[in-house]
């Protein structure tokens, strides 16, 4: 595993981050143990820092993150642990109200709260905005992160799904830096490179995180529009650079995304432990610049101008 420090934090994160949102399953006591084994495996592969979401398995993901750390309390000292908050679902005590995003200060304290008492920790390393609140009060936002701060609940701060204006208009108001931008960064979504957000987090310090990294690759991606002779295209660059690379060709993507000079941060989140070990391939590839635009021109089906 490669190691980098996370610009304007003390974390020194594994390049590749674990994503927990599958952890566990449909709850039930075999899926469960199933996540336990990827978490260990991960740990085992050298991750060291696994992002976590209040939604996620309706909170039983952090839960059973939680029953790890209890088994091995000594973990939680190697490892850093990232949460996010912010939408609200359907299904709660007001029957009457729309899933709906909240930035409220006492909705954000009260999601903090509720996931460091199912992770069974005293302070988070890393809270981010899920996603952006239409209604966000940006001044109320930054009053309740420097609460949440000052109160050693959260060390460092960070948003998700975030656009540049959104982002400018968070940081204006903070006290302190913010950290990440975690947005979905694929071959089928390459809007990051494209409105700027890539370009922000490297004129900021922000380091972009990619959720569904191998989106329209391993697995269908969010909202696909790719014709088959789109795939067609790209299945064929990647089988003739895995070859090249000598390597499974949903690593060639992981490579491609690590190229980019903003230093993106993958989310690795499969539950099968060859998987997840193997993601750490990408990280030795001298991946060249010819063979990203190749990827890129496969994608788009053209030249760039």
Known sequence: ?????????????????????????????????????????????????????????????????????????????????????????????????PTRYDFSKQYIFDSVDGSLQRLGIEQLDMFLLHRPDYLMNAQNVADAFDILQTSGKVK?????????????????????????????????????LLDGTLDQCQQHEITPIAWCPLGGVAYPAWGNIFTLDDDKRIEIELDLQAKKYQCQPWIVILAWLLKHPADIFPIIGSTTPERIAASKIALEINYTREDWYRLLEARNGISVP
């Open 1 to 97: 595993m490669k190691f980098e420090t996370i610009k304007n934090t003390a974390i020194y994160s594994s390049r590749l981050i674990y994503g927990c949102m599958r952890i566990c399953g449909d709850n039930s006591p075999a899926d469960r143990q199933k996540g336990k084994r990827a978490i260990h495996s991960a740990i085992e592969a050298g991750y060291n820092h696994f992002d976590h979401a209040d939604i996620y398995g309706s909170g039983n993901c952090e839960s059973l993150f939680g029953d790890i750390l209890k088994e091995s309390p000594s973990l939680r000292d190697e490892i850093f642990i990232t949460s996010k908050a912010g939408i609200r679902p359907k299904i709660d005590a007001a029957a009457y109200a």
């Open 156 to 192: 460092h701060f960070g948003v998700s799904n975030f656009r540049p204006s959104q982002v400018e208009l968070l940081r204006s108001n903070m006290s302190m830096p913010l950290a990440v931008n975690q947005v979905e960064i694929n071959i089928h979504n390459i809007n990051a």
